[in-house]
């Protein structure tokens, strides 16, 4: 289909509204599914109501389902006088958040509109974001519940009203640079330029993709448009204890994606793995062990301690370049030659450069500290020269697509 011009005089005019964008294929709605087959019939028809009349569009669903979605969708496309596709995934890499990005990466238009496919995001809202976007010559519209005209009256609950608002704040406390202008990052409706859209940078992980967007693209300019949070038409709510979990780690793993993040975090870990350290300790000598070996054996239990967190925290992204027991072994012999290291520094520092025991050693923890964290970097957790290909071998999962409406 054909890309929209841009840089029109009507679209730079301030007074520009969605009626003046006449390029065929002017936005792309990039649609995620998993078991949505009660919804796909009314979403269609609504969105036939209230975009192509105002906003030529293309509909891209990129489903994952395990139930006949991609067949309704194919039925009731048949209806559409816009182009549908379905790409239907093989494996859902990435959760919602990778079925974004691969609809994002099929994307005709200049303008990608996300939104949910189970009514919750009204289509009627469509063309206010991407005129919004238009006006403020903005690269990402975010559709909030949070600002004058928004509500979240569809969320179910005060429990799930409390989990959305405690994630809304850690989330913009994590993000203030980032997420400035943005009252709501965790809606899943929003319009993005194509331009502004780099999919290599992206690591989707589970459903919140406008924060990683946010976070990994960096659009400069940042509009809002209020919206009313619907009631689902059909089927069950995806949001369960487990998405929360990946969102969490997804945080944890956008917050350590600098250099510098990474090395606080490495070192706020290491701290924390005083706690099994100790605790082994104590079970080990009050057991009979002599303390020297205890001290040994009880560092292990530091060690995985440590693993465990920074695979999860730090280097999630990057768990997929060596087997794990390649990266535990590598980890651990690291982590065993701090120890060894640590000594002959301290005497070192006390013997040729006369410094106190205090002193030397506070600086033999700081040296041994930044060394162990650049080796861990470099030799756990970047890729190989082998395993780098393989890599992305395995991060490649294959899309069926097929237009199933003209």
Partial sequence: MTTPRTGTEELGDPKSS????????????????FNESGNIRELLRRISESVPARLPCEVVFVDDS??????????????????????????????????????????GSEWIVVMDADLQHPPAVVPELVAAGERASADLVVASRYIRGGSREGLAGGYRIAVSRGATWLTKALFPRRLRGVSDPMSG?????RSVVTADVLRPLGYKILLELAVRCRPETVAEVPFVFQDRFAGESKSTA??????LGHLAGLRAASPVARMIG??????TGFVPNLAGLHLLTAAGMHYLTAEIVAN???????????????????????????????????????????????????????????????????????????????????????????????????????????
């Fill in 189 to 193: 409706f929003f319009a993005i330029r």
């Fill in 266 to 271: 490495f070192g706020l870990i290491g701290l």
């Fill in 66 to 107: 395990t139930d006949d979605t991609p067949d309704v969708i194919r039925s009731a496309a048949q209806d559409c006088a816009f182009p549908v596709s379905v790409l239907h995934r093989g494996e859902a890499v990435g959760g919602l958040g990778g079925a974004v990005v691969e609809g994002m990466k099929q994307a």
């Fill in 242 to 247: 487990r998405e929360g979990m990946r969102f």
């Fill in 300 to 406: 292990q239990f530091g060690v995985v301690w440590n693993f465990l967190l920074i695979e999860v925290l730090l280097f999630r992204d990057r768990r997929c370049h060596r087997h794990w027991a390649d990266r535990v072994g590598r980890f651990a012999l690291l982590a065993n030659a701090d120890l060894l290291l640590r000594i002959p520094l301290i005497a070192l520092f006390v013997g040729r450069l006369g410094m106190a025991v205090l002193p030397a050693t506070a600086l033999a923890l700081l040296t041994t500290f930044v060394l162990r964290f650049a080796a861990t970097e470099a030799l756990v957790y970047l890729p190989g020269r082998r395993s780098a290909p393989r890599a992305r071998r395995r991060g490649a999962r294959a899309v069926a697509e097929e237009r199933v409406s003209p």
């Fill in 18 to 33: 969605a009626t003046q964008i006449a390029e065929p294929g002017a936005v792309t709605l990039v649609i995620p599914t």
